[in-house]
Nanobody
Framework: QVQLVESGGGLVQAGGSLRLSCAASGRNPGNYALGWFRQAPGKEREFVSAISWTGANTYYADSVRGRFGISRDKAENTVSLQMDSLKSEDTAVYYC???????????????WGQGTQVTVSS
């Protein structure tokens, strides 16, 4: 069992930056891949980014590649998502997820946080 708690969401103007963090706890969270998904009103939850359990491999959705950066601190069991050049279409609830492997489908991830709201004003 892994517990995930997100923080760092908020309101930002278009072009601005935010940094999301997710603290993982429970049974061996360092052995899990960690990822970020987002869900806008009326839309399905979509993959944003993920990082392998070693931290050696990172993955990004095309819509955020070059603007977002994912990293993890194995010692602290945290994963961060640095979001730069934010656009209004980035507005969504952002969720942290954990699983033994990386997938772009939300239903492939076992553990989820409660989510944090990111609102980008134009």
């Amino acid at each position: 069992q892994v517990q995930l708690v997100e923080s760092g969401g908020g309101l930002v103007q278009a072009g601005g930056s935010l940094r999301l963090s997710c603290a993982a706890s429970g049974r061996n969270p360092g052995n899990y891949a960690l990822g970020w998904f987002r869900q806008a009103p009326g839309k399905e939850r979509e993959f944003v980014s993920a990082i392998s359990w070693t931290g050696a491999n990172t993955y990004y959705a095309d819509s955020v590649r070059g603007r977002f950066g994912i990293s993890r601190d194995k010692a602290e069991n945290t994963v961060s998502l640095q979001m730069d050049s934010l656009k209004s279409e980035d507005t969504a609830v952002y969720y942290c997820a954990a699983d033994t492997g990386v997938a772009t489908r939300a239903d492939m991830w076992e553990y989820w946080g409660q989510g944090t709201q990111v609102t980008v004003s134009s």
